[in-house]
């Protein structure tokens, strides 16, 4: 997470004049906005889409999360600028969200299979264990929050 932050100039720039920008601070040199209970800032390069996918693709019975509850979600541990709006165009291209939305489901019949959870531990082996593995403290949080992306 560290090392992803340091090449976004957005968030250099903020770090440059953290004075000014009253919602972030700075721990251990990561930028943190300011809210409860405090949440990492996401970079460009950094792992956006990963958690879009993640917290709006992935619950235990393989449904997907409407856009309310998939920004809820994600705006009680992240954030980046424009982050609402990436959640919306990201729930918008979902094809399988669209075909499991019963309010867009032509015909009962017409319902896809339910994914097994396996595919839930591929990916989150893929996506979290990979890339979201640090040693330290904060990569347990991580894992600890993913917990409840399966409830
Ligand atoms: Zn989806």
Redesign the pocket.
Known sequence: MKEAQYDDLELQDIMRNIKNHKKYLVQNDILIRRAFPPVSYVTKSGYRSSIL?IY??TSANGA??GRGRTIDKINKRYFWPSMNKDIEN??QS????AQ?DPRRQKAPGALKPIKPPDEVWQLLTMDFHGPFSPTSKRGNKYIISLADVLS
């Open positions: 996918k709006h693709d997907h999360f990201y729930v979902c094809i399988p969200y499991f």
